[in-house]
């Protein structure tokens, strides 16, 4: 792996890495006597609806199902990229969107009322769109030789 694909795999997993841990950090403060109110620090990140939150130390976490299927996801994706040797960044990029496909009909079913989609869903389509967007955000830093994709 390359120095700057280092760098960015270093920048880009800390974030969904902080925003996992505070969340389990406010999740186990809440359990132990803090306010409900300290989840309105994650209303920037997540809606937050506590229905629809997986529960940790039998609380509502401060993120959504969803949300966090989505950074365990991209974490999940970076520590792949060293598993899947040769990844065109075209390639990536258009799975990663094709990946948000189920993740939009599961959330635009439930907005307009069509159906209610249950956590075990949202966890599912998290996780399948953040796994693509972690291997693309790598692909597209460290190019892969070309010559390798090509047929002869």
Not at 8 to 26: H, K, Y
Not at 32 to 40: D, T
Request: aromatic letters at 6%.
């Amino acid at each position: 792996m390359k120095r700057d694909t280092k760098i960015v795999l270093s920048a880009v997993a800390l974030i969904p890495a902080m925003i996992l841990g505070l969340s389990a950090l406010c999740s186990w403060a809440i359990s132990h006597g803090a306010s409900m109110k300290w989840r309105l620090l994650f209303r920037t990140l997540c809606h937050g609806k506590p229905e629809r939150c997986l529960e940790l130390f039998h609380v509502p976490m401060p993120i959504c199902a969803r949300c966090a299927a989505i950074y365990a996801g991209i974490l999940g994706g970076l520590a792949l990229f060293r598993l899947i040797p040769r990844l065109r960044e075209k390639t990536m990029r258009v799975v990663a969107f094709a990946a948000l496909a189920p993740l939009a009909l599961d959330g635009l079913t439930q907005l307009t009322g069509l159906r209610e989609s249950t956590n075990e869903l949202r966890i599912a389509t998290g996780v399948i769109a953040g796994l693509a967007f972690g291997l693309w955000i790598l692909s597209a830093v460290e190019p892969r030789d070309e010559a390798l994709f090509t047929t002869p």
